[in-house]
């Protein structure tokens, strides 16, 4: 495809006055404009004296302009690009799940509450809490943060001299998207204590 070249008249502050297409600087396509015997591009149109033009032209070529459908191309790429980087640099989101819906301890006792994590992005415990004073926890190190599609524990401790049963929620903050986790905890000082309301009860248990 041949170069498009068009032409521009500087010809403005002369002796003769501003040329017309000087003065609102426009671009006149080489079928408008007319070539002396040196092959010189001559401007039309008058002077603002109403005299003929006639300065030479400078040449100019435009700058090429990208079709419609290769910019949008192009801006579809970026922001692609741009996702891609978000995405690695900035990370998605933790999720954290426990599949534990309760624990109950005896005094004394520990156990562990396995953690895991379904987010693309790496879990971090921030503070496990507890409603009751006489529960307590282990953080292991492998369970400060969890990767992507790992899993963990912490380690619930009921108190060695707890005196009462305990009902209460252990609460786990981090940075997952879900929020806050918690789950329900119980403290049995007594483990004899259901199977002795059984026995005061049952008329069968009662019989000789």
Aim: hydrophobic letters at 40%; a negative charge; one cysteine or more.
């Amino acid at each position: 495809m041949a170069t498009k070249i068009v032409y521009r008249c500087k010809n403005t502050g002369g002796p003769d006055g501003d040329c017309e297409h000087a003065a609102s600087n426009e671009t006149l396509e080489a079928s408008a404009v007319t070539f002396n015997e040196s092959g010189q591009a001559i401007c039309p149109g008058d002077t603002v004296f109403g005299e003929p033009c006639g300065a030479v032209l400078e040449e100019v070529i435009p700058p090429k302009k990208l079709p419609l459908g290769i910019i949008a191309g192009s801006v579809a790429g970026l922001i692609v690009v741009a996702c891609i980087v978000w995405f690695f640099i900035l990370g998605g989101d933790a999720q954290l799940r426990i599949d534990q819906t309760s624990i109950t301890l005896a005094p004394g006792q520990s156990v562990k509450v396995k953690i895991f994590n379904d987010g693309d992005a790496s879990l971090k415990l921030d503070d496990v809490t507890f409603s009751d004073g006489e529960f307590s926890v282990d953080k292991a190190k492998d369970s400060l943060e969890i990767a992507p599609g790992k899993n963990g524990f912490l380690r619930v401790k009921f108190a060695q001299n707890a005196q009462n049963n305990i009902q209460g929620k252990m609460t786990i903050d981090s940075n997952s998207a879900n929020g806050p986790v918690s789950i329900d905890v119980a403290g049995n000082v007594n483990p004899w204590t259901i199977a002795e309301k059984l026995n005061s009860t049952s008329t069968i248990l009662g019989k000789e």
